[in-house]
C-alpha cells in the first residue's frame, strides 16, 4: 500500500494565479481531509469529505474549493493564488471518528506564492 | 486563539534527559492523541487517550489524559536523538459534527 500521496511536492506561484493540489488514498477510507500547516500553528483544517460526492468546509476554507468524485481521490483547488496562502499542504485519510480513529497524512506539498 | 495550547513551544535537551511536554484546553476532549511529525513528512500517530485519567506507555514514552478530559502530557524517559521532531496533540471533539483540533506543536531537538 502506498497509504496516502501528494503531488506536487514544492510549488511556486505567482499572485492570481490558480493550481490543483492532488491526493490520492489507497486505504478504502472513506473520510479525507486537507490542512494547511504554518509555522507555530498546527494543523488548520481547510476541507473535509466523510464520502465521494460529500464535502464540506473545515476552520479556513477560503480561497480553496475541493471535490470527491471517487472514494480514492480528493484534489484542492486555488483559484486566485495569494501571498496568505504560501503554506505546507497536507492531505490525510481515516475511518469515521471512533475509538479506533487514526489519520494517516501524506508528506504534504510546500506551496510559495510570490 | 488557540483551542488546544501546548508548552513548551521549543526544547532543546541533551541526549539522554527526561522532557515532558503539555498539551492544554478549556474544552472537554472525547479523545486526544498525540502525533509526532519529522521534518518534511506528515504527523504519525504515536497513541490516542480515551479515559480521564488514563495512562499509555510506548515504549521509553508515557502519555497521560486529564481526570477531566480537557489536558494530556507526554513525558519522554532517557531522551534519544531519533525522538526529535514536532510533537503535536489533536482533541476530538463532539459539536455538530465530529471534528480534530490540532495544537500548535512542541519542536523536540534531542541533541547527542
Known sequence: ??????????????????????????????????????????????????????TDKGEVPNGYNVSRSTTEDFPLRLELAAPSQTSVYFCASSYPLGRDYEQYFGPGTRLTVT | TQLLEQSPQFLSIQEGENLTVYCNSSSVFSSLQWYRQEPGEGPVLLVTVVTGGEVKKLKRLTFQFGDARKDSSLHITAAQPGDTGLYLCAGEMKTSYDKVIFGPGTSLSVIP
Open chain 1, 1 to 54: 500500500n502506498a497509504g496516502v500521496t501528494q503531488t506536487p511536492k514544492f510549488r511556486i506561484l505567482k499572485i492570481g494565479q490558480s493550481m490543483t493540489l492532488q491526493c490520492t488514498q489507497d486505504m478504502n477510507h472513506n473520510y479525507m481531509y486537507w490542512y494547511r500547516q504554518d509555522p507555530g500553528m498546527g494543523l488548520k483544517l481547510i476541507y473535509y469529505s466523510v464520502g465521494a460526492g460529500i
